[in-house]
């Protein structure tokens, strides 16, 4: 029904959906206010391609699929305007807890500076398999690449944080906690 552009379709997809895809672009990304545009983004992406679906049973891999291709776009996007300095709020320092723990808030905003430093797949596929669960035939899938890529570019990630949370006082502690074995 959603590839005929029904509203009842559309709304019941959003309900089910939107909270997965809020949850990896906010992980992502950092819990700022561009999550709710990129989830927008995702969703308007969804029901103009929807006729594109050739098997409904794929709507999650396809939804999912879409949300990491926003997700790279937008990591891309937030890159070239730290470069070109168009972005003021390009640091994550605007970030808000419900705990009152400020190390643990200041080691958050630094993992996300840190994770901004990695190149866009590398850090998709860090992001997807560590923080989201997935598993690399999922991941594999979702990013058209073979899974011998996702495992290059997740060793890749893993090597980069180590190196540069190994430089920061700070997230020594949570990356020594945090130890990511390779990929199954």
């Known amino acids: 029904m959603l590839q005929a552009r029904s509203a009842d379709a559309a709304h019941a997809v959003w309900q089910r959906y939107s909270p997965m895809v809020r949850r990896m672009l906010a992980r992502a990304l950092g819990p700022e206010r561009d999550v709710e545009d990129s989830l927008q983004e995702v969703f308007l992406c969804l029901f103009n391609k929807a006729p594109e679906l050739r098997n409904p049973a794929a709507l999650r891999a396809f939804i999912v699929s879409i949300a990491i291709r926003t997700l790279r776009h937008e990591i891309r996007r937030r890159k070239l305007r730290s470069w070109l300095r168009l972005d003021s709020n390009v640091t994550v320092e605007d970030l808000r807890a419900v705990t009152p723990d400020t190390d ?18 590398d850090r998709s596929v860090f992001v997807l398999h560590v923080i989201e669960g997935m598993d690399v035939e999922t991941i594999a899938s979702a990013l058209d690449v073979s899974v011998p890529t996702i495992r290059r570019c997740f060793a890749r990630a893993r090597e980069r944080i180590d190196i540069l949370a190994g430089r920061d006082p700070m997230l020594v502690d949570y990356v020594s906690k945090f130890q990511v074995g390779a990929l199954p």
């Open 104 to 121: 643990a808030r200041e080691a958050l905003v630094r993992f996300y500076a840190l994770l901004d430093r990695i190149n866009t797949r």
